[in-house]
């Protein structure tokens, strides 16, 4: 049987206007902005334990990704987190909803959004009375699919228990010096440690962090753990990674460069140079501007109606080629108002 909302079962739930942030406190959600995954597998949230009918390719208020959730006659879609979290402490759970009936709550309340199209921030505070607290989202029985973005549960971290291991870390943007690392958050995790080969090198705030400083042509081990102020999780499973070998000689100049101007910014593409294995070093008017791993880069901050000069060089462990022909790019002019 179809089920719909009843008001007298939302006694007490309510659409909340924004409450200011703990600035000085971490965001206690992991991937609460749903861009982390494993791999290119969106399909599976990662950090969350959801019901069938939930992804990670919904429409997004911020970034590239939102929840999409979409509810049978008998699956809310519903997504939960359990977070450590401090007794006695005051908590505030956010988060951008739109689409049809959406809920987020938590184990003392909820606040919930009517179908919409527009995004809709919802807040709801609560003072921990356990050692951790357990967060959800989700829509309602067999009604339309909804979108959820930027989670944030604000307050401090735990100081009884300590986080679980964060998922990954998966390397990315590999070059003969340096290794992008991500890994999906551990809830409550208030920053994480990244090991190399056993050692201790550095804490990271975030979900991703650029080790450079290695050797060409060489393999390296690293780890992660979470951690907040009752203490570290457990390492990750290593990864291995292998730096780009060295290179004899510096790479050719790239060709073809091309650029797309918009109001603020210039998206610029080139022919790929082979032996750039370090990536490409972005120029603007004479200074670098920029890096890409790969043959395209967009260059923001720009002002409208403005004319651009850019030249882009290939990168290796050998040096920097010279400086590609440069392209000139207006940027749109804005119609006065």
């Given amino acids: 049987m179809r089920r719909f909302p009843v008001i007298a079962a ?48 919904g429409p997004a208020h911020t970034g590239a990704r939102s929840l999409s959730g979409t509810p049978t006659e008998s699956s809310q879609a519903r997504c939960t987190q359990t977070v450590p ?13 739109r689409g049809g009936y959406a809920f987020l709550g938590h184990d003392q309340g909820m606040a919930w959004a009517p179908p919409g ?5 919802l807040s709801t ?38 986080p679980v291991a964060p998922e990954g870390p998966i390397p990315d943007e590999t070059t003969s010096h340096s290794v992008r690392l991500s890994w999906i958050g551990s809830p409550g995790a208030g920053s994480y440690r990244i090991y190399r080969d056993g050692t201790l090198l550095r804490t990271a705030s975030g979900t991703s962090e650029v080790v450079d400083g290695l050797v060409p042509g060489t393999g390296y081990e690293f780890r992660i753990s979470a951690v907040n102020r009752a203490g570290q999780s ?40 082979q032996p750039a294995t370090d990536g490409y070093r ?13 043959p395209a880069f967009t260059a923001t901050g720009l002002r409208p109606g403005t004319s651009y ?29």
């Fill in 117 to 121: 199209t527009g995004w809709t921030q």
């Fill in 234 to 273: 457990a390492l990750t499973a290593p990864v291995s990674v292998n730096t780009a070998a060295a290179q004899a000689q510096a790479p050719p100049p790239t060709r073809m460069l091309v650029a797309t101007p918009h109001a603020y910014d210039v998206w610029l593409a080139w022919e790929a140079v």
């Fill in 309 to 337: 000069t850019f030249e882009v060089t290939a990168l290796n462990s050998a040096g920097e080629s010279v400086r590609s022909a440069p392209v000139r790019a207006m940027t749109w002019q804005l119609p006065l108002t």
């Fill in 10 to 57: 939302l006694a007490g739930a309510a659409l909340i206007g924004p409450v200011p942030a703990h600035a000085a406190e971490p965001n206690l959600v992991a991937n609460g902005s749903f861009e982390q995954a494993r791999y290119s597998d969106h399909a599976t949230v990662g950090g969350w334990s959801c019901e069938p009918g939930t992804s990670q390719f």
């Fill in 125 to 162: 505070s609560f003072t921990a009375t356990g050692d951790t607290a357990r967060i959800y989202l989700h829509g309602w029985y067999a009604q339309a699919p909804y979108q959820a973005d930027d989670v944030v549960l604000s307050g401090p971290d735990s100081a009884v228990r300590a």
């Fill in 282 to 294: 972005i120029y603007r008017d004479g200074q670098p501007v920029g890096w890409s791993y790969g």
């Fill in 85 to 97: 979290v401090q007794p006695g402490a005051t908590y505030t759970l956010t988060a951008w909803v």
